[in-house]
């Protein structure tokens, strides 16, 4: 599974291209949670535009919620915002949306980059 991360002063940018592999895209997770940069951010922007083909199940998407659950009690509150165009992937995005338990992570759903920085860099709520 080819990506990217571009690390920047807030956030990250996250891009996945070819085919995806939900087993990898939990690996890159953890390898995500413990770069010395995770601290300090506050959001990150997933952009599956120009993937060619995905194994990724509701199964999955189970266990980045959970695992992302897990997370937030020590890193606090977290935008994640989901780039997808095709009409599978993103109802395996909102599946992941819905699944999530912690108010601490605020996950939306957009169609371009434009309109996800838009709200990233919105102020998020305090709980």
């Given at each position: 599974?080819?990506?990217?991360?571009?690390?920047?002063?807030?956030g990250l940018y996250r891009?996945?291209?070819?085919?995806?592999d939900g087993e990898e895209i939990l690996e890159?997770?953890?390898?995500?949670?413990?770069h010395p940069n995770f601290d300090n951010i506050k959001f990150i922007?997933?952009?599956?535009?120009?993937?060619?083909?995905?194994?990724i199940t509701t199964t999955h998407t189970?266990?980045?919620a959970k695992t992302d659950d897990v997370m937030s009690r020590t890193k606090g509150?977290?935008?994640?915002?989901?780039?997808?165009?095709?009409?599978?992937h993103i109802a395996l995005a909102e599946n992941y949306r819905e699944e999530m338990k912690n108010n601490k992570?605020?996950?939306?759903?957009?169609d371009t980059e434009e309109d996800a920085r838009k709200w990233?860099?919105?102020p998020q709520i305090p709980f």
């Open positions: 599974m080819p990506h990217t991360n571009t690390w920047e002063l807030t891009k996945f291209t070819g085919e995806v890159s997770n953890f390898e995500v949670q413990v922007i997933n952009d599956f535009t120009e993937m060619t083909g995905f194994t189970r266990a980045y509150r977290l935008k994640i915002a989901i780039i997808a165009s095709d009409d599978e992570i605020d996950c939306e759903i957009f990233t860099s919105l």
